[in-house]
Nanobody, 119 residues
Framework: QVQLVESGGGLVQAGGSLRLSCVAS????????MGWFRQGPGKEREFVKG???SYPDSVKGRFITSRDNAKNTVFLQMNSLEPEDTGVYYC?????????????????WGQGTQVTVAS
């Protein structure tokens, strides 16, 4: 059974940093393409980050992804956080080499972790 479990969310002041983790079981993350999504209060879910070369404008230069294949874990380092970054963050994986920005293009999703940025 495939499971993705996010952690690392919490409450942080604007300008602060958080590192989210996504641990996978039931699959080998290194063979999948990763995506991070978020959903803010009253907002639609949006794609946030793919691999190192994917930079949506809203997080460009502030969010960085990395992997630890030995731990079957991916990370989302979030710096210079802004109140607009508040939301539930989800990791997702899909087979294939192409990054997609649509939720439905992914095969598995985590349960999400709450990030709250106070002004």
């Amino acid at each position: 059974q495939v499971q993705l479990v996010e952690s690392g969310g919490g409450l942080v002041q604007a300008g602060g940093s958080l590192r989210l983790s996504c641990v996978a079981s039931g699959l080998t993350l290194s063979t999948y393409t990763m995506g991070w999504f978020r959903q803010g209060p009253g907002k639609e879910r949006e794609f946030v980050k793919g691999s190192s070369w994917s930079y949506p404008d809203s997080v460009k230069g502030r969010f960085i992804t990395s992997r630890d294949n030995a731990k079957n874990t991916v990370f989302l380092q979030m710096n210079s956080l802004e109140p607009e970054d508040t939301g539930v963050y989800y990791c997702a994986v899909r087979q294939g080499a192409l990054i997609r920005s649509t939720w439905e293009d992914y095969d598995y999703w985590g349960q999400g972790t709450q990030v709250t940025v106070a002004s």
